[in-house]
């Protein structure tokens, strides 16, 4: 029988669709509140056919090397830093994610940041449960306009990764009459120079179920010319070595100091540290926070600051979204196990290596 580990407890229905085959399923932590263990996880993917994982192990090659006869690795998340694909389609391990399904969600919770920590929604909700709320006041609590509002200017809201979440963020810049700049990881540190014009709702890598474009033009600019026009700056980027602390000192010294940046990523496409700074110092007016460079760690001085939101890395956590992610990833699996190409999967030249086939010939002997 074949044996598959999922690392943590996932949403039922994924977990039902595992178990409604002839598999041996067996769940490496059920706590919500830890992972599981580095030990286990070796040992536990070294005796699977099968490994569904979380953004919060790393799939490393040590783990893969250990592991001769796993013919796939299905991570619940659309971001897979935490897998080494190099390492993967070396070995021939095919390595799925679960793109698409959540790009409303987190488009959604980008906004709940940047609207939260414009009108300062945190420190009214403290204010307000703490009794101080006495009389109402023409100074309380001012925050910035995120539409036109008082001043009669369109904001800017500038997007860093115009993909799938990204141009779904753009959408709904349409209701807050925003103007909406983007720029791609296509356009590498040296080349920021260059210009050029996005479609309106211009998507790359469109995935099934995701709701059509109605949003504003996006106007494709520089890095540098999206972070010195922008009021909100939201970022949408994978975190590469190419996109590692991309945003840093200079960069946060490039924003206006009335500006916020959004972060809804990977925590390390921000240098923190420069970030703590940056807020401290008033650099930028605030920052609105879903994800941390070593999370869960927040680096010192951050959750001190009152011009900031944080969150616990909950982009796509609403019930729905994330019982379509645990199908999703569930149902990658069953296509790794069965030796087939996986729909979602990342690193499809895999399927033309020889390490593959040796693992595929194994698994049937
Ligand atoms: C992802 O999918 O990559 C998110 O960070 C978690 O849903």
């Not at 390390?268 to 869960?296: H, Q, T």
């Not at 990342?346 to 595929?360: D, G, K």
Request: glycine share 10%; with cysteine; hydrophobic share 40%.
């Amino acid at each position: 029988m074949r044996r598959v580990f999922v690392t943590r407890r996932i949403p039922d229905e994924g977990l039902r669709l595992l178990e409604a085959e002839d598999l041996a399923v067996h769940v490496g932590q059920s706590r919500e509140d830890a992972g599981v263990d580095r030990a286990s996880l070796l040992k536990e993917a070294a005796r699977s056919h099968g490994l569904l994982s979380l953004l919060t192990e790393p799939v490393d090659r040590e783990l893969l090397e250990a592991s001769p006869g796993l013919l796939g690795v299905a991570n619940c998340a659309v971001g897979y830093d935490n897998v080494d694909v190099e390492a993967a389609t070396e070995l021939g391990v095919p390595v799925s994610n679960t793109p698409g399904v959540l790009t409303d969600t987190t488009a959604d919770l980008t906004w709940a940041l940047l609207l939260g920590v414009a009108r300062r929604i945190p420190e009214a909700h403290e204010y307000t449960v703490a009794g101080r709320f006495r009389i109402w006041g023409p100074n309380l609590l001012l925050g910035a306009d995120v539409s036109p509002g008082g001043s009669g200017r369109r904001k800017v809201l500038g997007i860093v990764g115009p993909g799938r979440i990204g141009a779904a963020v753009a959408e709904r810049a349409a209701g807050f009459r925003m103007e909406v700049l983007a720029h791609g990881r296509s356009e590498s540190r040296e080349s920021r120079e260059s210009g050029g014009e996005l479609k309106k709702g211009e998507r790359r890598q469109e995935a099934p179920g995701t709701t059509s474009p109605t949003g504003p033009l996006m106007r494709r600019t520089s890095l540098d010319e999206l972070l010195e026009r922008s009021d909100f700056v939201s970022l949408h980027l994978p975190l590469t070595e190419a996109t590692h602390h991309l945003i840093g000192e200079a960069e946060l010294r490039r924003m206006k100091e009335s500006a916020y940046l959004i972060n809804t990523s990977r925590g390390a496409v921000v240098d923190e540290e420069a970030l703590v700074k940056a807020l401290r110092e008033g650099w930028i007016a605030g920052a609105g926070l879903d994800v941390y460079e070593n999370e869960p760690a927040l680096t010192p001085g951050l959750a001190e600051l009152d011009n900031v939101i944080v969150a616990p890395h909950i982009g796509s956590a609403s019930r729905d979204t994330r019982a379509r992610m645990a199908t999703m990833a569930a149902e990658n699996l069953l296509h790794h196990l069965r030796g087939e190409r996986a729909p979602n999967v990342v690193n499809p030249q895999v399927y033309e290596t020889e390490a593959w086939e040796a693992r595929r010939a194994r698994s049937n002997q």
